[in-house]
């Protein structure tokens, strides 16, 4: 239908032209590519669920799998809404799934990275269930799964890399992606190694509840460990405009500390630029505008090196070594090579002269005093 | 009179004493340069470039600009060149050593030379890496990252940087490909690490690039890095990286921070 009205346009276009114009093969490439456009929109964007997406708004995938028909585990439900409310309340748009089996999580993802085209925001991930890792590869397990060997994992597991790929056609500039699934399983072992491992995608920031090849043991609570923490960080990092690094490194912390050592999170970035909950702050760009002032250092000892709060800033020549620095306070070392040196503290407001002098130790070989110098200015 | 001529004799003999005693310790350590123990930043770095198999002619001057920059940027730094792999595994326990015995607060390993990647581990390769004919020679007669890591872990630093601008193609003689695993997965890190690498993990076999490429573009930045978070910098590095080599290399970092760090302290 559209192809037909498109051909008779060009052709009453084109007919149109040769009466009016000589000029008409310029108009006539920029008519193709306009259509051939709208009809290309028309079609890829055709799945996204979320309606009156606005540019940039950051949406986020939700999916818990709890009733596996290995057992069922109840946590991912509980951790699945609190992290959507948490979401919606920091601005997201989330879609939530639950209970899917591999089907269902293909198409899942693929609605997720096409409203991801269309809004080119942030995106979020967030999968609380069964994973596994095989041969350095995640793969989260849908619910109706049944492992007997290695090549059920690969082969009907939905595999973490898979998901990249198709969030690559997204183009946008960021995906969090969390990976709640390191548990203990029901499952038969396969491969060697349990848990989850670190993997990389470039554009992301991957986040796990715990350590690499180290599972989690299941919790009483109605939410875990990890998501209370993050739900209860996410919340205070839109308030005070966090960087993402650092809200999973406060909560890697935390639940470290909570969890006596056994769980520490983990996360892995390789982000494109920086993001911040909430918007990152404009830091105003800093330029010394302090007053300078010229210190100037006699000493005895010619060739000695000179430290200004720990970093080597030169050499005593001619019994002088001068720096101009802005003001303020400074440690001044002057160190020769045979480990003799002595420390004078400054306070820098104008044109100082300090002299450190150094003795040559007595016959008696005395251990020269240390100190550890903190910076105080570059 | 005579207390002045004997105050005298004794400043001439204490100095006199002094000198040869100054003229034993330079005997000892063939290195003119002491490095500042007290400093809180600690950096060993190591170029490799006469390689016995397919030299490189980049890591020597590479290690020699990281090694200025990091002293300007208030680094005590060792630099090392040309190591075989006696001697690179010296220079790395000794580093372990130093962190272990000084109160540094930040360890920092760079490295330029060959690299090769092998069941999921990163390898570095010594000068003699003709000894590398096959798979098993490789663990003999190489550095593995997280070796390097695992030492710098023993002193418990706040902070241990670990940069590898080790890329490169086929680095063994008698081998057309180098040696590759389908067990993947990537290095784990310890917490207070972070590790940057010129190229992603899986792209060690596949790419050939210009060595330096990484480090000129890192050189650049670092110069400007004044109260600029670690991770800022390289991504900084990697995205300047990734524009140069129309996206043939693409560098990689990994970290697993205690609290931020930002070279000459945050703001």
């Known amino acids: ?378 | 009179m005579k207390i002045v001529c004997l105050v005298v004799a004794l400043i001439v003999g204490g100095c006199s004493h002094s000198t040869t005693n100054l003229a034993d310790t330079s005997l000892q350590s063939p290195e003119p340069e002491l490095e500042d123990l007290s400093n809180p930043q600690q950096a060993l770095v190591i170029g490799n470039s006469e390689y016995g198999y397919s030299p490189l002619t980049n890591p020597i001057n590479d290690a020699k600009d990281m090694a200025d920059m990091l002293r300007k940027m208030g680094f005590s730094v060792t630099v090392e060149t040309n190591l075989n792999s006696h001697a690179m595994n010296k220079a790395i326990s000794e580093f372990g050593q130093r962190l272990l015995d000084t109160q540094a607060q930040v360890g920092l390993f760079y490295f330029s030379g060959h690299g090769t990647q092998h069941d999921g581990q990163t390898f570095l390769l010594p000068i003699n890496n003709e000894k590398i004919q096959a798979e098993v020679d490789l663990k003999q007669n190489s550095v593995q990252a997280k070796a390097i890591l695992t030492n710098m872990e023993k002193a418990k630093k706040s902070l241990n940087i670990v940069i590898l601008d080790a890329f490169y193609k086929n680095p063994y003689p008698n081998s057309s490909e180098n040696f590759s695993s389908d067990e993947g997965g990537q290095m784990s890190l310890p917490r207070g690490s972070f590790i940057a690498l010129a190229a992603a993990p899986d792209q060690f076999a596949l790419n050939a690039s210009d060595n330096g490429l990484y480090t000129t573009h890192l050189l650049k930045l670092l110069e400007d890095a004044k109260h600029k978070r670690v991770e800022d910098v390289f991504m900084e590095a990697h995205e300047l990286v990734i524009e140069a080599s129309h996206g043939e290399q693409e560098p990689w970092y990994q970290a697993s921070f205690r609290e931020p760090f930002c070279f000459g302290g945050c703001l």
């Open chain 1, 1 to 378: 239908m559209f192809w037909g009205l498109f051909i008779t346009e060009t052709l009453v276009f084109n007919l149109a032209m040769i009466y009016t114009s000589h000029n008409r093969f310029s108009l006539l490439p920029a008519f193709y590519i306009f259509c051939l456009l709208g009809l290309s929109f028309q079609q890829s964007y055709a799945s996204c669920s979320l309606l009156r997406l606005t540019f940039a708004e950051p949406i986020a995938l939700v999916i818990a799998n709890s009733e596996y028909i290995n057992g069922t585990i109840r946590q991912p439900v509980n951790d699945a809404i609190a992290m959507k409310e948490v979401l919606e309340e920091i601005g997201f748009r989330v879609i939530d799934k639950m209970e899917l089996n591999k089907r269902a999580m293909d198409e899942a993802i693929i609605d997720f990275s096409d409203c991801l085209r269309i809004s080119k925001g942030v995106g979020l991930f967030y999968f609380s269930g069964y994973g596994m890792q095989l041969r350095g590869k995640n793969y989260l397990l849908p619910i109706d799964i049944s492992i007997k060997v290695e090549a059920d994992v690969k082969y009907d597991a939905f595999r973490v890399d898979k998901m990249f790929d198709i969030l690559k056609s997204a183009k946008n500039d960021l995906n969090i992606i969390i990976l709640d699934a390191s548990r203990d399983n029901p499952y038969p072992k396969v491969g060697k190694k349990r848990g989850l491992a670190i993997v990389s995608f470039r554009g992301s920031f991957i986040a796990y509840p715990t350590e690499d090849d180290k599972t989690i043991p299941d919790q009483e609570s109605q939410n875990s460990l990890y998501i209370s923490t993050l739900t209860a960080a996410l919340k205070m990092a839109v308030q005070n405009q966090t960087r993402i690094q650092d809200v999973f490194m406060e909560v890697a912390n935390k639940v470290e500390q909570k969890s006596g050592g056994l769980q520490i999170p983990r996360y892995q970035q390789i982000e494109k630029q920086k993001f911040c909950f909430g918007g990152c702050k404009k830091l105003p760009k800093i330029i010394d505008t302090r007053r300078r002032a010229k210190l100037i250092v006699f000493s005895n000892a010619d060739g000695a090196r000179v430290f200004i709060n720990g970093r080597f800033s030169g050499l005593i020549q001619n019994g002088t070594f001068q720096k101009e620095l802005p003001v303020g306070n400074y440690i001044v070392r002057v160190e020769k090579p045979s480990d003799i040196s002595d420390v004078k503290s400054i306070n820098l407001q104008k044109t100082q002269r300090v002299e450190i002098n150094l003795e040559e130790p007595a016959a008696t070989t005395q251990k020269p005093e240390r100190f550890i110098p903190f910076p105080i200015h570059w």
